[in-house]
């Protein structure tokens, strides 16, 4: 498996929204819903926003959505807010294996 | 409540070998696949290994396949990642994940560095 790609920056105003592509191939995001979104503050873990391309784990806003058309996958940000300013990693997990996207910085 | 808090990172020379420990807490462990990702400075996140819940299969990035080995205690919640032939291309954060039976990793330490320097 290759990596995903992702854009390497985004930005965007307050209040606003954003999307974060992250492309892969016909024989992984475009064959099986396995994919997660992270965030990632510097300094800090990274933390799951979206799961399984669309699912938001609780406690992570609704401002944050996913979806997928093809082979990519995508996050958006709605009314972007000033904290979200942060490093965004797609990625698809199988049960043998992990793929993480290269990361985009969303500046706000 | 639900806890992973990695240890044993530090300065080391090529070649030479550690071990990262990853303690588990807040949840049933045993019940849990477990991965370790790494974070190289200024780089993105780079998934290296994966064990499954009861320790009986196990799988590897290529860059650290035949280096690294993956295991855990489950009798002391604990995870573990052996790095042997250590290289500077190893220099990096290390954190330790819970794999969600729903999809991603849901929980993720607070990471452990590594650096490998002559």
């Known amino acids: 498996q290759s990596a995903l790609t992702q854009p390497a920056s985004v930005s965007g105003s307050p209040g606003q929204s954003i999307t974060i592509s992250c492309t892969g191939t016909?024989?992984?995001?475009?064959?099986?819903?396995?994919v997660s979104w992270y965030q990632q503050h510097p300094g800090e873990a990274p933390t799951l926003m979206i799961y399984d391309v669309r699912n938001r784990p609780s406690g992570v806003s609704s401002r944050f959505s996913g979806s997928k058309s093809g082979s990519s996958a995508s996050l958006t940000i709605s009314g972007l807010q000033p904290e979200d300013e942060a490093d965004y990693y797609c990625a698809f997990h199988t049960s043998l294996t992990t793929m993480f996207g290269g990361g985009t910085k969303v500046t706000v | 409540q639900v806890e992973l808090v990695e240890s044993g990172g530090g300065v080391v020379q090529p070649g030479t070998s550690l071990r990262l420990s990853c303690a588990a807490s807040g949840f049933i462990f045993s019940s849990y696949n477990m991965h370790w990702v790494r974070q190289s400075p200024g780089k993105g996140l780079e998934w290296v290994a994966l064990?499954?819940?009861?320790?009986?299969?196990?799988f590897f990035a290529d860059s650290v396949k035949g280096r690294f080995t993956i295991f855990r205690d489950n009798s002391k919640d604990t995870l573990f990642l052996q790095m042997n032939s250590l290289g500077v291309q190893d220099t990096a954060v290390y954190y330790c994940?819970?794999?969600?039976?729903?999809?991603?990793?849901?929980?993720w330490g607070q990471g452990t560095t590594v650096t490998v320097s002559s």
């Open positions: 064990i499954w819940y009861n320790g009986g299969n196990t």
């Open positions: 994940g819970r794999d969600s039976p729903s999809g991603g990793i849901d929980v």
């Open positions: 016909n024989s992984d995001i475009g064959s099986y819903d396995f």
